[in-house]
């Protein structure tokens, strides 16, 4: 079928699913292939729980009514969701970065929402099936998207930016992750730079951490909203205050957010640049800032009665490993423990990260460490080590610990949120 020609159909039936057990009336169906399911599989369960149409990409599985064959699921999929985009034309934000890509997108979003109809990734649809998904949620009402888009693997922001196509991009930062996707930091650098590339292409523009050296030296020839802490730039704040929450001084004004630690500034900093841009007052970017509490693991504070938490286990890398253990060390706090999990998908460097992580903490004056997964245990033969999250479970029922600070970092596969409720 030609693309138009799903799209008529996309048209009538605008509600886009990819799960057989999640289909609301007049919704399209279409089948995605994982490691252990064939959609295809499940294409006329789709039809029976309520899908008006279901896309299949082997043959024996349509049946020619409702049920229709195309080439490959998931590149169709791209198509439509690239051609509604370029069909309604909205104004789109474009994300990527190592760390706080999500955070930058729900600080932004949340300004934008105080004067325009906004559409935005919703939880970590970001890759190359979320973000279509993403797009086709696009009505004729939304006047501006942000759209986050993350990768592991080199080239996989230049295909989804292609699918994307942002008018306006922010690369939070590049940091080490995914090493052993990337092959090498220069290969995160060269990965992530593919937004930029686009809009020097398209003559787009971006907002720009101009502090940030590395963004520096890849920002020629892009028009660019610059922020940071030099006077010249178009907007300027700095750092208030990080113990434990962050406030951000900006203009007379000293912004008081919900999240944890400096590392957070450049993203705060982030809405404050598109919210000025796009025509939003200071006051109502001030207030969307203020309101916003994360709430999916991300810096997030708790007061459990017992211990004062930060829940950082979304996700680990060297880069955010080191930025959330500066932050703690720094705070002004009593009984500081840590309990970090391995950071994942470092490839051949990731004994050494690990040793380097473990060797800061040697020179910390944490009350205590606990270290859990197979890369902290070889990486040092000190602290707390532990194979498994479980096996730290068992050790916290017959030792609590109460009237402590801890900070809880990891990768998001360790399950470190799972002792949350013992502490």
């Known amino acids: 079928m030609e693309i138009k020609e799903i799209y008529s159909l996309y048209k009538a039936h605008p509600s886009i699913t990819t799960d057989s057990r999640n289909c609301s ?12 399911f064939n959609g295809n599989e499940y294409a006329q369960k789709a039809i029976e729980n309520g899908c008006s149409y279901a896309f299949v990409d082997e043959k024996q599985y349509a049946n020619g009514t409702n049920i229709l064959y195309v080439e490959n699921c998931l590149s169709t999929l791209q198509q ?13 934000i474009g994300i990527t970065g190592t760390n706080g890509k999500t955070t930058t997108k729900e600080l932004v979003s949340a300004v934008l929402q105080r004067k325009y109809s906004t559409l935005y990734t919703q939880g970590n649809f970001n890759n190359h099936l979320g973000v279509p998904l993403t797009l086709l949620r696009l009505t004729s009402e939304h006047e501006i998207a942000v759209v986050e888009m993350g990768a592991n693997h080199p080239g996989e922001i230049r295909e989804l930016v292609e699918i994307v196509r942002p008018n306006y991009g922010i690369i939070t930062n590049v940091g080490k992750a995914h090493l052993e996707g990337f092959g090498s930091f ?3 650098v060269k990965t992530k730079a593919a937004l930029y590339e686009f809009l020097r292409e398209t003559n787009g523009e971006i907002f720009i951490n101009y502090d940030n050296e590395i963004l520096q030296s890849i920002s ?10 030099n006077s010249n730039y178009d907007v ?13 001084e900006w203009h007379d004004k000293i912004i008081q957010t919900h999240l944890i630690g400096a590392y957070n500034f450049e993203n705060v900093m982030a809405a404050i640049a598109v919210g000025h841009k796009m025509g939003i007052s200071d006051d109502e970017i001030v207030a969307a800032i203020e309101a916003y509490e994360p709430t999916n693991n991300r810096s997030q504070f708790k007061d459990s009665g017992r211990n004062q938490l930060i829940i950082d286990a979304y996700n680990a890398n060297p880069t955010s490993m080191n930025a959330s253990l500066h932050d703690f060390l720094q705070m002004n706090k009593p009984n ?4 970090l999990g391995d950071m994942k998908e470092l ?13 800061l903490l040697k020179k910390s004056d944490l009350k205590d460490v606990f270290l859990i997964g197979p890369c902290f245990m070889e990486s040092t033969d000190q602290f707390h080590r532990f194979e498994t999250t ?5 050790w916290l029922r017959l030792n609590p610990i109460n009237n402590s600070n801890l900070l809880i970092k990891g990768s998001n596969s360790m399950h470190l949120t799972k002792v949350v409720d013992l502490l």
């Open 236 to 248: 300027v704040a700095d750092i208030y205050s990080s113990d434990p929450f962050l406030s951000v």
């Open 390 to 394: 479980d096996e730290l479970i068992d």
């Open 80 to 92: 439509l969701a690239k051609f509604h985009r370029v069909t309604l034309g909205t104004k789109i």
């Open 25 to 36: 009336e007049n919704s399209i169906f279409f089948a995605m292939k994982g490691v252990s």
């Open 347 to 359: 490839g051949a460097d990731s004994m050494k990260e690990h040793v380097a992580i473990a060797e």
């Open 220 to 229: 020629s020839g892009i028009k660019a909203f610059k922020f940071g802490k």
């Open 186 to 188: 220069e290969g995160v």
């Open 336 to 339: 500081k423990i840590v309990i």
